[in-house]
């Protein structure tokens, strides 16, 4: 994921300083429970409908403050949930 979300900033003209290293994974782990969490939905858009918590912008902000979700290290490198756990999956 972070190769092709970089690719995409340089296909753009987009500095790569843009890159969030901790939110990119954050959002990962979030998908991944909100589909643990759902029965398997036909579509995009049915799993969004199904899930409505994922069009929240803030949702991250139930995990991490903003200090650290806002901070250099959390852009450079994954930094666990200082507030409450993202709930983890096994494969």
């Known amino acids: 994921m972070r190769s092709a979300l970089q ?18 994974r954050a959002w990962i782990l979030a998908v991944r429970h909100f589909m643990e969490a759902s029965p398997a939905s036909p579509s995009a858009d049915a799993f969004i409908e199904a899930n ?3 069009l929240d912008s803030k949702i ?10 806002f901070s250099e290290e959390a852009r450079a490198r994954f930094v666990e949930p ?4 993202i709930p983890r999956y096994e494969p």
């Open 7 to 24: 690719a995409f900033l340089r296909h753009n003209g987009i500095s790569a300083s843009k890159y969030h290293e901790t939110m990119t």
């Open 52 to 54: 409505p918590a994922m």
């Open 60 to 69: 991250m902000m139930t995990h991490y403050s903003a200090g650290l979700l």
């Open 82 to 85: 200082d507030l409450d756990q």
